[in-house]
Structure formats: C-alpha cells, structure tokens
C-alpha cells in the first residue's frame, strides 16, 4: 500500500482534492512535526495585528496634551483613556460578523483584509492633530480589522492535537510581544516637541515636524505591508468544494468511505454528533465560562498597559517616575524579550505539567504582588530603579500572557472546527468590550488618583493598582467551578 494513504485508511477519512481543509488535514496526517511555516504565518499576523493596539500608550499623554483639549494636567489621563478605548470598542461591534465571516469565506480572506486595515488606519492615526480624529482612526482601525479571532481558529487547524498547546501558546507569544513591543516602538519613534529637540533634522513645516507621533505609526504600517504579502501564501484551512467532489471514486475515498460506519448505530451516533456541534454557541458553557473568565483578566490587562505608561511618564510631584518616551521604551522592550524566551522554551512543558488551568491560577496569584509593588518602586532612583521595574514588568507581562494562552487552550478545545471562527468572534466581542472599558476606565481612574496624593487610606497611585489587583482576584475566583467548565473529550 502507498504510504501516503496509511494515515488515510487508519483514520478513515476522505479527502476532497479541490478542498484546502482537506490538503491541510492530509499534511496533518502525515506529517507529524511541528508545522513550522504555519506557526511562522501564525506569528506575524498575530504580531502585526497587536502592534497597533497599545503602541500609542507611551505618547498618547504627549499626544492629547498636544490636542489642548485637556484644560489642566490631571485631565490629560482622563481624555487618554477614551482614545484608548476607541479601538476596542470598534472591534465589540464586528467581532462577531468576522467570525462568521471566516467560517463562511475562510480565515484568509479575513486576515489579509485584517493587516491591510492596519496599513491604512493606523497611518491615518499617526497623521491626527485633533482629539476626535484619533478617536476616530482607532475606532475604525478596532472595528474593520477582524483578523485576531479567526487567527486563534486557524492555530488550532494547522496543528495536531499534540501541537495545539505550542500553537496557542504562540499566539499568546505574539500577542503579548505586540502589546510589549507595540509601545516599546511608540517609546522610541515618538517625537515629542521634535523640532525643538532636533531643529538640525526636523523643521516644524517638514511632516514629522507637523506630524510628531507619525514615525511609529508609519514603521509598524510598513510592517504591516509586508505581512500583507507574506499572507496570500497562507493556506487555507476552511473545508470546502465538497459538494462538487461527491462523485469522486478514487481509491482513497472509496476505501475510507467504506470503513467510515460500519453500523447503523454508528451512523446515528454521527448524526447526533454532527446535531450537537451546532447547537448554540451560547448555551455551550464550556465556551462561554472559558470567554468570561477571559475577560475579567484581559479588562485588567488593558487597563494595565494604558496605566503603567501613563505613571511612567507622568512627573514624581505625581507619584510617576517622570520617565521619557525612550524610557518607557527601554522597560517594554525589555519585558518583550522575556516573555519571548518564557513562553517559546517553557510554556508549552508547564502546560503539559499543569495544565492550562492550573498555569492560569498560579500566575494569577502571583499577580497581585506584582502589580502592588509598582508605587512603591516610584520611590526608588537611579540603578535600583531599573532593576527592580524592568524585573516586575517582565514578571507582570509574563504572568498575563500565561492566564490568557490557558484560556484561548480551553476556548479552542470547547467548540469544533466548523463553529470555531464563530466562537472565536464572541470572545473577541466580550474582551473587546472589556477591553474598551479597561483604557477609559485606567484614564479615568488613574487621572483620579493623581488628584488624592495626600489621602490617608491607599494615596496616589497604590489605589489605582489595587483596584488592578481587586480585579485579578475576581478573576482568580471564576477559575474554579462553578464559574468555569471544562468540556469532556
């Protein structure tokens, strides 16, 4: 027998020739390396979806001062957080419709489309000089650009079971790096007051004088344009062509299809299956108990991204550190580097270990600590500083990353292939809209705290934090049943 078709006949599948899930599922039964070229696809889109959502944080305080629609300087994080927001409650609106989308036309097409929105939209963000502008370019950026949930499906549908946990874990990887390095990029390209700092380079008429925060929007919408061309070379994994491939008498589908059922029983059994999968993707609690706990974390994470860019910056009179752009840089692209080198050489191993839920629920308490300890790093100076913040920003960011791979690991496995675009769509609907309100809830919160530095009960800063922290356990709780279901297998 050819070799080829063992894999075929022990798995008693048929594969269509004009199907490019079936060419998928073909590679994926013989060949049982990790899919490299696939995880590499994965990588960059992921990376270049996630660039644009928080590379504004380090000079979006620059950027709405500069607006002068703040009247005095405890407003600026006030209005910073409804730019913040804009993006994600874009994406709340369409989440759902690209993830249907994706099941009905394929992932592809979504995601190319996807990455040519960031080209475009996020340039546009970078050539705002008004407040309602930019309010607008991120709302549009966030609710055309639907490539972040079918990415997620895709991951698990070029991999094999085996590879599912290093699949994930990857998007975990570059989501986090993009929102990691996404700032980092808007820490060092940002130029603030730039014809004042280089009138030798920069003149206030030449367009990054006139345009200050361009640069960083520009290299990561030339990045986007490569991804776009890297894409059309993504296979496919959606099954179609079925219908037309019904005749088909070739020996491997004739024989497969012959040892498919071998009994009534099995044939109903089937069919109840094929019932069940497409019951409601909200009566499917697994799925639902899985996003919800998801979006508890992710509300925190998003408020904790525009927050620690926003105390870094802000002046010591403030509680802050009074740090750069290039400062707040330094510390993220640090931090990237890291949760790089955790998640692609560990992750996976303590996944296997632990499992994804009990890998969520000890970096969750080891969160908080974390997260409680950065007001009292402000009082720090000089080398100590460095140290200490670039160490608990490593430990947070890599902390985050490690609840959220988990949950997409639980997500994926509660739903099956033909419903998973869909689901994917409704977690991405929920955490964007906890997301929306974690950058307008951060601004307004930390714009709040800056005004109380004088209070007796947790002054400045360390309120902001623990209400960071009063979230994390929330979501610590809803880890345990009742709140989350794991489907059985």
């Given at each position: 027998?050819?070799?080829?078709?063992?894999?075929?006949?022990?798995?008693?599948?048929?594969?269509?020739?004009?199907?490019?899930?079936?060419?998928?599922?073909?590679?994926?039964?013989?060949?049982?390396?990790?899919?490299?070229?696939?995880?590499?696809?994965?990588?960059?889109?992921?990376?270049?979806?996630?660039?644009?959502?928080?590379?504004?944080?380090?000079?979006?305080?620059?950027?709405?001062?500069?607006?002068?629609?703040?009247?005095?300087?405890?407003?600026?994080?006030?209005?910073?957080?409804?730019?913040?927001?804009?993006f994600?409650?874009?994406?709340?609106?369409?989440?759902?419709?690209?993830?249907?989308?994706?099941?009905?036309?394929?992932?592809?097409?979504?995601?190319?489309?996807?990455?040519?929105?960031?080209?475009?939209?996020?340039?546009l963000?970078?050539?705002?000089?008004?407040?309602?502008?930019?309010?607008?370019?991120?709302?549009?950026?966030?609710?055309?650009?639907?490539?972040?949930?079918?990415?997620?499906?895709?991951?698990?549908?070029?991999?094999?079971?085996?590879?599912?946990?290093?699949?994930?874990?990857?998007?975990?990887?570059?989501?986090?790096?993009?929102?990691?390095?996404?700032?980092?990029?808007?820490?060092?390209?940002?130029?603030?007051?730039?014809?004042?700092?280089?009138?030798?380079?920069?003149?206030?008429?030449?367009?990054?004088?006139?345009?200050?925060?361009?640069l960083?929007?520009?290299?990561?919408?030339?990045?986007?344009?490569?991804?776009?061309?890297?894409?059309?070379?993504?296979?496919?994994?959606?099954?179609?062509?079925?219908?037309?491939?019904?005749?088909?008498?070739?020996?491997?589908?004739?024989?497969?299809?012959?040892?498919v059922?071998?009994?009534?029983?099995?044939?109903?059994?089937?069919?109840k299956?094929?019932?069940?999968?497409?019951?409601?993707?909200?009566?499917?609690?697994?799925?639902?108990?899985?996003?919800?706990?998801?979006?508890?974390?992710?509300?925190?994470?998003?408020?904790y991204?525009?927050?620690?860019?926003?105390?870094?910056?802000?002046?010591?009179?403030?509680?802050?550190?009074?740090?750069?752009?290039?400062?707040?840089g330094?510390?993220?692209?640090?931090?990237?580097?890291?949760?790089?080198?955790?998640q692609?050489?560990?992750?996976?191993?303590?996944?296997?270990?632990?499992?994804?839920?009990?890998?969520?629920?000890?970096?969750?308490v080891?969160?908080?600590?974390?997260?409680?300890?950065?007001?009292?790093?402000?009082?720090?100076?000089?080398?100590?500083?460095?140290?200490?913040?670039?160490?608990?920003?490593?430990?947070?960011?890599?902390?985050?990353?490690?609840?959220?791979?988990?949950?997409?690991?639980?997500?994926n496995r509660?739903?099956?292939q033909?419903?998973?675009?869909?689901?994917n769509?409704?977690?991405?609907?929920?955490?964007?809209?906890?997301?929306?309100?974690?950058?307008?809830?951060?601004?307004?919160?930390?714009s709040?705290?800056?005004?109380?530095?004088?209070?007796?009960?947790?002054?400045?800063?360390q309120?902001?934090?623990?209400?960071?922290?009063?979230?994390?356990?929330?979501?610590l709780?809803?880890?345990?049943?009742?709140?989350?279901?794991?489907?059985?297998?």
């Amino acid at each position: 027998m050819d070799k080829a078709t063992e894999p075929l006949l022990k798995k008693n599948k048929v594969y269509y020739e004009n199907c490019p899930g079936c060419k998928v599922d073909r590679r994926k039964d013989t060949y049982e390396g990790i899919p490299i070229k696939e995880f590499f696809y994965i990588w960059i889109v992921i990376l270049c979806s996630s660039l644009p959502i928080s590379s504004l944080f380090p000079f979006l305080y620059f950027m709405v001062r500069d607006t002068h629609i703040a009247k005095r300087e405890e407003d600026i994080g006030y209005f910073a957080g409804f730019v913040g927001s804009s993006f994600m409650f874009g994406r709340v609106l369409t989440s759902v419709l690209w993830g249907m989308i994706a099941d009905r036309y394929g992932r592809k097409p979504v995601m190319i489309f996807g990455i040519i929105v960031v080209v475009v939209f996020n340039t546009l963000f970078g050539l705002s000089t008004s407040f309602w502008m930019a309010v607008t370019t991120r709302f549009l950026l966030g609710s055309l650009n639907g490539a972040l949930g079918p990415i997620r499906a895709y991951a698990s549908e070029v991999s094999r079971p085996e590879h599912q946990a290093l699949a994930l874990s990857l998007v975990s990887v570059a989501w986090g790096i993009g929102l990691i390095i996404g700032p980092a990029i808007g820490g060092f390209l940002a130029m603030v007051m730039p014809a004042e700092k280089y009138p030798d380079l920069i003149s206030k008429d030449s367009l990054f004088g006139r345009f200050p925060y361009l640069l960083p929007c520009l290299c990561i919408s030339m990045f986007g344009l490569i991804v776009c061309v890297v894409c059309f070379w993504l296979p496919e994994t959606l099954h179609r062509n079925h219908e037309n491939n019904s005749g088909d008498d070739s020996y491997e589908a004739l024989e497969a299809s012959s040892n498919v059922y071998t009994t009534k029983e099995d044939l109903q059994g089937n069919e109840k299956s094929h019932s069940a999968s497409k019951k409601s993707l909200l009566k499917n609690w697994p799925l639902m108990s899985s996003i919800i706990v998801y979006c508890i974390f992710s509300l925190n994470d998003m408020a904790y991204a525009e927050i620690f860019s926003l105390w870094a910056v802000s002046p010591r009179k403030l509680g802050g550190l009074s740090f750069s752009t290039d400062d707040v840089g330094v510390v993220l692209a640090i931090s990237g580097v890291g949760l790089f080198t955790f998640q692609t050489l560990l992750y996976p191993r303590v996944e296997r270990l632990l499992g994804p839920i009990m890998v969520s629920r000890i970096t969750a308490v080891l969160t908080i600590p974390v997260q409680q300890s950065f007001p009292f790093i402000a009082m720090l100076s000089g080398i100590s500083l460095s140290i200490v913040l670039n160490c608990a920003s490593i430990l947070k960011n890599l902390f985050s990353v490690c609840i959220v791979t988990g949950l997409f690991v639980l997500q994926n496995r509660a739903v099956d292939q033909d419903q998973r675009g869909a689901a994917n769509g409704i977690a991405m609907t929920g955490v964007s809209l906890f997301k929306a309100f974690g950058p307008a809830m951060g601004g307004v919160l930390f714009s709040w705290s800056q005004k109380r530095q004088d209070s007796s009960f947790l002054p400045g800063s360390q309120m902001v934090f623990f209400i960071l922290n009063v979230i994390t356990v929330i979501g610590l709780i809803t880890t345990y049943e009742p709140f989350l279901v794991v489907r059985a297998h």
